[in-house]
């Protein structure tokens, strides 16, 4: 691996390596641009096979924070950082530790929750550094973004109904989620609340039945879920489920869904869904609900100010879908575009030295 050839593909500021041999941190922090703002990005805790994976991981991720905000149109910039481990390395002085490498980046770069990583880790992070986000209500923390970060969802898939059908309602209409856990019963919950009729698919029997007895609907499994004959296909589980096999059983005309990295590869099953007509929702423009959330809790805005901004995820989906439309390319091109188009705006106004 060479991390400074994949830190020019990908655009990347700075990467940080961070060692702790006590309390047995390893850690990276990748800092993509901070042209809009600090970079925020959540803080995973995962036992690669190798460095080198740690680090491939921790640059795609950070890239990806710089598009979700710019569209969002937040004053953040793209980071992440990755800890190199299993949960049971966790301990007060492995965070407090990586709370620190954090405060000596003064502001730079702020964390949150991301995979195997919890309020708590977050609590112990705070005892060391403020550039944290995701901690506990006691703190002033924002608590779950789950139900913000469904709201966005529900409103981008609102937004590709009315492309599709002329009309946003999801009343009579039917949505197919798989993964029916924090962001996908929320999403469930608004969806009922509204008329829509729904089927479920999650590997969590726990899960289903919670969902049938509030709401109803219809249980699939596996494959039966993108076979569904539905209206919109709502992926808020796992990454990479739509793919080339899979894009060849849909026959739902949308596909909009909270899951980050839905798609196995982003260009060709791009161009494969545009192929059968399929709608796409990017993943990172309809699932921001969850940055908003963060934003406002950092902003020390009241929690309804990012449940309203994730609403205007409707509008920005309709002005994806239309430029995609228009430019004839895909829905992911075109939101990169409009968020790279932001960043270079911006860019252009730190010209003049205000200080
Ligand atoms: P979660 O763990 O609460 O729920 C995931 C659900 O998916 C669980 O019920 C699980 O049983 C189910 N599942 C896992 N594998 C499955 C499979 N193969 N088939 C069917 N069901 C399966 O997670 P969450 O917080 O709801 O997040 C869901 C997705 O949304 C993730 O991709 C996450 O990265 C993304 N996301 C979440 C937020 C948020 O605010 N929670 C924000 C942005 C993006």
Redesign the pocket.
């Known amino acids: 691996m060479k991390p400074f050839v994949e830190m020019a593909e990908l655009g990347h500021e700075q990467v940080i390596l961070c060692r702790n041999d006590d309390v047995g941190l390893r850690a990276i922090i990748a800092i993509h641009n901070t042209t809009l703002g600090p970079a925020l990005g959540g803080c995973r805790l995962y036992d690669y096979a190798s460095e080198a994976e740690a680090m491939t991981d921790a640059l795609r991720l950070s890239r990806g924070m710089t598009y979700k905000a710019a569209i969002a149109g937040l004053d953040l910039g793209g980071g992440k950082s990755v800890i190199i481990g299993d949960r049971s390395i966790k301990s007060e002085a492995l965070f407090r530790a990586f709370g620190r490498q954090i405060e000596s980046l003064a502001g730079r770069y702020i964390t949150a929750e991301d995979m195997n990583t919890n309020v708590q880790d977050m609590n112990d992070i705070r005892r060391e550094t403020q550039w944290v986000t995701g901690v506990g209500a006691h703190a002033g923390g924002s608590g779950d973004?789950?139900p913000i970060?469904a709201w966005g969802v529900f409103n981008g898939l609102r937004a590709c109904l009315e492309v599709v059908y002329g009309t946003p309602s999801v009343s009579g209409r039917t949505v197919a989620i798989?993964?029916?856990?924090?962001?996908?019963y929320n999403l469930a919950k608004y969806l009922h609340e509204r008329g829509a009729k729904l089927v479920f698919?999650?590997?969590?029997a726990g899960?289903i039945d919670r969902a049938m007895s509030e709401f109803g609907g219809t249980v699939v499994e596996g494959d039966e879920f993108f076979q569904s004959d539905v209206d919109v296909l709502a992926p808020?589980?796992?990454?990479g489920i739509i793919n080339k096999r899979t894009i060849e059983m849909i026959k739902a005309p949308i596909v909009a869904g909270?899951?980050?990295n839905v798609l196995a590869n982003e260009d060709e099953d791009c161009d494969r869904l545009r192929e059968k007509n399929i709608i796409l929702a990017p993943d990172y423009v309809i699932?921001a609900?969850?940055l908003m959330s963060v934003y406002s809790e950092l902003r020390g805005w009241p929690a309804d100010k990012a449940m309203d901004d994730a609403g205007k995820i409707f509008t920005t989906v309709k002005s994806i879908l239309s430029k995609a439309n228009a430019d004839g390319i895909s829905s992911i091109q075109a939101s990169n575009r409009i968020a790279e188009a932001r960043i270079e705006s911006v860019a252009k106004l730190q010209r003049l030295r205000v200080g």
């Open positions: 973004p789950s970060t798989q993964g029916i856990g924090n962001v996908g698919s999650d590997i969590n899960n808020c589980a796992i990454g909270g899951a980050n699932n609900g969850g």
